[in-house]
């Protein structure tokens, strides 16, 4: 999981790098638009590395084990 945790902790960086750029540019500029559009891919990839960790840890937990 620790790879996992890695790759979605760069995926959260690049969201916070490319929401900046978005921010500094205008919106009469075309890439404003691409630039919003990746940030939010990556935001939503950083959370589905977070749903199948939260996921697993819920079918491994041992409230989950049936007698």
Known sequence: M???HEHAK???QKFKTLLNEFGNT???DD???MLLHDALLK???ALEI????IRNLN??????NKP
Do not use: Q, T
Request: zero cysteines.
């Open 2 to 4: 620790i790879g996992r």
């Open 10 to 12: 760069d995926e959260l």
């Open 26 to 28: 205008p919106v009469s």
């Open 31 to 33: 890439r404003s638009k």
């Open 43 to 45: 935001l939503g990839s």
């Open 50 to 53: 977070a749903l199948m960790d």
């Open 59 to 64: 079918e491994e937990s041992p409230a989950n």
